[in-house]
């Protein structure tokens, strides 16, 4: 018989639906029982698409004993990270101040009163390896809540005065200068692989935002070891196993140095970012590589990742069915030199072995290969590697696929939204920008409110339950912007300021400028949580600054502009010393000691071939942040176009920064020069 969780819209709470734990969701209800049984809460949070998650639901959740076990001494609630990720942060800061390290699953036990008093990540059904079993773990938990009761309450009550005193107040501090941003670019290089690209040892992450913040700091100084990092890590990942050969798309990390096995799993936010990094390092390198990892991610992402409603589905897992009935992860993705040869005969599977580094040792398990791009000397038929790479993608389209998180989460979308639509714009392909502007219009349609409150996930075409929080805000908005600025439609920079607006009046702290990843009104957790640094995708914090500072260029509002300013505080004081942590900060931070530029191109018509040609040369721009305003002279979209008339009536181009403007230019090579100034 199906638990709560048969109610829910989550995937992932939807997958234990059918355990015979009796699973609560994250509910006052929930807690209501626990004080009425007078029991713990164990609180158990994961995702989807998360392998380990996975390997306990069928060891331990799904067993009958540990289940009844569980029911009888617990209340068990039962977490969607992706869908909840204000209660994941604020139980996850607990558990790395008390084990030093943290992931998912993540295991916690609570009182009643949500305070956590004992932690862990993933239990084994057995000892191993020095860690104790699920079981042994939770019959000491039980034994200490019945017999020393007063110290579970003292140690529960500590640790949340403690996490209390951890709250973040660098917002009155001044935003980083040239000093701090070649501080950080010191540290980046310090930490550098040089033989590998990327930074420090394994597991390795693409280091999208780092990139990003690398890419905008050679636009801003003519560093070129700025650029040559960013440049060969783009190149390592683009070569390695991290990156889909067949198929596009990037994988969430690399469990080796060298980018050879990836965790398979594969998210919407490390594609939406990595696509519009390659996209942007073509536009500053003009590179091929970059051009076509640019446009397979974004195709992997509308062909893989897109909903019926038209938005982006949150993953793919990393586990699949091996063709036996087990699941095992990356089965969809790996080869060995006797599948190639059933599918390409001997001397096209001896190609493609070379081609991909297959052999027949393996570089993953039992004599698989992750394919890979190797650097090869001699000569290599384009034609037929192209040929070869078609028949594997049609044959491993016939593999049994692995499961898709099915969610649309507002924050992650609106990323997808802001690569798409550069992409289309860089590379003539309007269905890439018809995708993010259906994404857009998914996000207005059911995420919105009258209000203008973002809803965090929907499924299916049904909004979920939950309130959006400061990143949803955040990456929405920079989605927008991005939006605006590739179509000419100011209604994205008007749905952007009512974002951004939520962003000053219920996020930041009126007295310091600190934000907070939980708007005022929201629940009441036992911590308000507030992270700026950047992990997987960028910190709410970070985000806000940036959509604050874009939307302020694009507007000349005060208010937007000092709030982001404050907002960059944290990116001073934490850049020079951990930069790999805070990239997205340090590229808002390059955008603002860069102005941004703002960039009005006025014409006859949006279809005008002289005014198409000044728009996609202020979209080429590597000024770093800068915004685009496109439209006919006097037209009320977009405020940087008010004043601005035609030249000699032809087309022209408008560049202000920092309160001063160039003079107009109708010249396409003039704007580029100033541009890339």
Request: with cysteine; charged share 25%.
């Amino acid at each position: 018989m199906p638990n709560r969780l048969a109610h829910e819209t989550s995937p992932y709470l939807l997958q234990h639906a059918d355990n015979p734990v009796d699973w609560w969701p994250w509910s006052e209800e929930a807690f209501d029982e626990a004080r009425k049984r007078n029991v713990p809460v164990l609180l158990s949070i994961g995702y989807s698409s998360c392998h380990w998650c996975h390997v306990m639901a069928h060891e331990s959740f799904e067993d009958q004993e540990t289940a009844e076990y569980l029911n009888a001494h617990y209340v068990s609630v039962k977490v969607d990270r992706e869908e909840r990720p204000d209660v994941d942060a604020v139980y996850m800061e607990a558990v790395q101040a008390a084990t030093g390290q943290g992931g998912w699953p993540m295991t916690v036990f609570l009182t009643p009163d949500a305070e956590p008093f004992y932690f862990g990540t993933y239990f084994p059904p057995a000892p191993r390896q020095g860690m104790p079993s699920f079981r042994q773990v939770l019959q000491g938990v039980h034994q200490a809540w019945d017999e020393r009761r007063d110290e579970v309450t003292e140690v529960a009550g500590k640790i949340v005065r403690d996490l209390a005193g951890r709250e973040i107040s660098y917002g009155d501090a001044q935003t980083p200068g040239e000093e701090e941003l070649a501080q950080a670019l010191l540290g980046l290089t310090r930490e550098y692989d040089p033989q590998r690209g990327g930074f420090g040892g394994a597991p390795k992450f693409p280091p999208s935002m780092v990139l990003e913040f690398l890419l905008r700091h050679h636009a801003r100084t003519g560093a070129e070891g700025a650029l040559q990092m960013a440049g060969d890590t783009c190149e390592r990942m683009a070569r390695g196993g991290i990156y889909d050969q067949l198929g596009g798309g990037f994988a969430r990390y690399s469990v080796d140095r060298d980018w050879v096995v990836p965790h398979f799993e594969k998210m919407l936010y490390d594609n939406a970012l990595l696509c519009r990094v390659y996209a942007h390092l073509w536009r500053a390198t003009g590179s091929e590589l970059a051009r076509r990892v640019a446009l397979e991610t974004a195709d992997f992402m509308v062909r893989e990742l897109r909903t019926n409603e038209g938005g982006f589905a949150s993953a793919l897992d990393a586990d699949s069915d091996d063709g036996t009935g087990k699941h095992v992860e990356g089965a969809y993705y790996v080869w060995t030199p006797e599948q190639l040869r059933e599918i390409l005969g001997e001397q096209d599977a001896e190609l493609a072995a070379r081609h991909f580094g297959v052999t027949e040792e393996g570089t993953f398990e039992e004599g698989a290969s992750v394919l890979q791009l190797p650097v090869r000397d001699g000569f290599v038929d384009v034609g037929k590697a192209a040929s070869v790479r078609e028949r594997l993608l049609a044959a491993r389209s016939e593999r049994p696929a692995p499961g898709r998180d099915d969610k649309v989460v507002a924050a992650w979308n609106g990323l997808a939204i802001a690569a798409l639509a550069e992409t289309g714009a860089y590379f003539d392909r309007p269905d890439l920008i018809e995708a993010a502007v259906a994404a857009a219009d998914l996000l207005v349609r059911l995420h919105l409110d009258e209000q203008a409150r973002l809803t965090r996930t929907s499924k299916d075409g049904h909004a979920g339950a939950n309130a959006g929080v400061l990143e949803d805000y955040a990456d929405v908005a920079e989605g927008f912007l991005a939006l605006a600025s590739v179509t000419g439609e100011g209604v994205w920079l008007e749905f952007a300021g009512f974002l951004v607006d939520h962003v000053l009046a219920r996020f930041t702290d009126p007295e310091s400028g600190s934000l907070y990843d939980t708007a005022a009104d929201a629940e009441r957790l036992i911590r308000r949580p507030q992270d700026p640094t950047d992990n997987a995708a960028p910190s709410g914090w970070s985000a806000a600054a940036g959509a604050l500072l874009g939307y302020a260029a694009h507007t000349g509002s005060e208010p937007h502009r000092t709030a982001a300013e404050k907002a960059l505080g944290v990116v001073k004081a934490l850049g020079p010393r951990v930069p790999r942590f805070i990239g997205w900060g340090l590229a808002v931070a390059e955008a603002a000691l860069d102005g941004p530029r703002e960039v009005a191109v006025v014409g006859r018509s949006l279809d005008d071939e002289g005014t198409r040609s000044l728009h996609r040369t202020a979209l080429l721009g590597t000024a770093p942040g800068a915004v685009v305003a496109v439209g006919v002279p006097e037209s009320e979209e977009f405020p940087l176009l008010s004043g601005r008339p035609l030249v000699g009536g032809e087309p022209a181009a408008y560049v202000c920064r920092n309160f001063t403007c160039d003079a107009p230019t109708t010249e396409v090579e003039r704007l580029r020069a100033v541009l890339s100034d």
